[in-house]
């Protein structure tokens, strides 16, 4: 296994390019990296070796073949309109950024990468944007990098209003921020996914070409078809079908996903989707962004917290509340709303919810009575 340490150049990232382009013909698997390789041989057949963040527990290797790899990039063709050129503007050592590169190569030609040593800039990724040829182009951001254009306008904005499709995933995208997007002329396409399916493998709630969604009796996700990983490095090979962490549902045929089954909030005996709060309180005119969490109570045993990241005429308090309550019910009423810069984030882009968690508590402010 060939392990390459990224960081965040233009040139790690042509070096991650050759080797994929190799492993994806048969040669040795590719473990792309940033700090301590991570250790472990991973098992026959296997293309590319992707550690997860280790969020929920000790880190893992996820060990995805080469089928696999080229089903999710072929399905991604088929469901955007057909093949087209590709900016990696992701780090390069997570599944989304390999499937950049995966993508652009069965594509039939590199993708052009923004440097990202310096971080994510918007003057950069329209620099960037500006090398592609004329042609068909898409390119996969996270919520945070998308917000980050849309606030720079200007050259960035125009340039991403070139692309075909902009996928964006690696986190939760808030109906708020999706509306602002479209509004904006951006062809936004929302993706759900993993390391363990080779990324995202459902686009705007409908599952890719060959992917299966079923939902267990406490609405737990599973996924299965031709994208799934081989299994873990060490561990016991996937049955054709990955138990994730996340709870969903379906409304008209789409799969709306709830959050992490973990960070579900019991309070008063009552359970609440962190998700759904966080996608009433972003719809609010004058939220920008929003992280929803529990925080211990002595009384309820959890309570709702929200720090919400204001806009211009950001309404106040109570009318926040009362939207929550009348969508979703009184349980669900953010006992405490603390206005902050920016949510904290992890990885790829998710949201810090140990961060937030934090933030909320320490935080001075009042605590509503009551929902």
């Not at 041989?41 to 000790?58: H, L």
């Not at 936004?188 to 993993?194: D, E, K, L, R, S």
């Not at 079908?241 to 789409?254: C, N, S």
Request: proline content about 9%; overall charge negative.
């Amino acid at each position: 296994m060939r392990t390459l340490a990224l960081d965040g150049s233009p040139g790690s990232v042509h070096a991650l390019t050759a080797a994929l382009a190799d492993a994806l013909d048969g040669g040795p698997a590719v473990l792309p990296h940033t700090g301590p390789a991570p250790v472990g041989e991973p098992p026959p057949g296997t293309a590319v070796v992707i550690a997860t963040s280790g969020s929920t527990g000790e880190p893992k290797l996820v060990a995805l073949s080469a089928t696999a790899l080229r089903a999710s990039a072929g399905a991604t063709a088929t469901r955007l309109g057909g093949p087209a050129r590709w900016l990696l503007a992701l780090p390069a050592e997570h599944v989304a950024g390999v499937q950049v590169v995966v993508r652009a190569l069965l594509a039939g030609a590199p993708p052009v990468v923004q440097d990202l040593r310096g971080g994510f800039r918007p003057d950069d990724f329209a620099a960037a944007t500006a090398l592609l040829p004329p042609g068909p182009r898409h390119t996969s951001l996270v919520p945070t990098q998308l917000l980050r254009v849309l606030d720079a306008g200007g050259a960035a904005l125009d340039a991403l209003r070139g692309y075909r499709a902009v996928l964006v995933g690696g986190a939760a995208l808030d109906a708020g921020l999706r509306r602002r997007a479209l509004d904006a002329d951006v062809a936004v396409v929302t993706t759900y996914g993993m390391s363990e399916t080779a990324g995202g493998c459902v686009y705007d709630g409908v599952p890719l070409d060959g992917v299966t969604v079923d939902l267990e009796d406490d609405g737990r996700i599973v996924l299965g078809g031709p994208t799934l990983a081989t299994g873990y490095v060490g561990g016991p090979a996937f049955d054709g079908r990955f138990r994730t962490g996340d709870l969903g549902r379906l409304r008209d045929g789409r799969l709306e996903v709830l959050g992490r089954a973990d960070d579900v909030i019991v309070t008063g005996g009552e359970k609440v989707a962190p998700a759904a709060v966080e996608r009433v309180l972003a719809a609010q005119p004058g939220v920008r962004d929003v992280c929803v969490v529990g925080v211990p109570d002595p009384r309820w045993g959890q309570v709702v917290a929200a720090a919400v990241v204001p806009g211009p005429d950001r309404p106040d308090d109570d009318r926040l509340r009362d939207a929550v309550r009348a969508e979703l019910g009184r349980a669900a009423v953010p006992r405490r709303i603390v206005d902050v810069l920016e949510i904290p984030v992890r990885g790829i882009g998710k949201p810090d919810r140990a961060a937030v968690s934090l933030l909320v508590t320490v935080t001075p402010g009042p605590v509503h009575p009551s929902g």
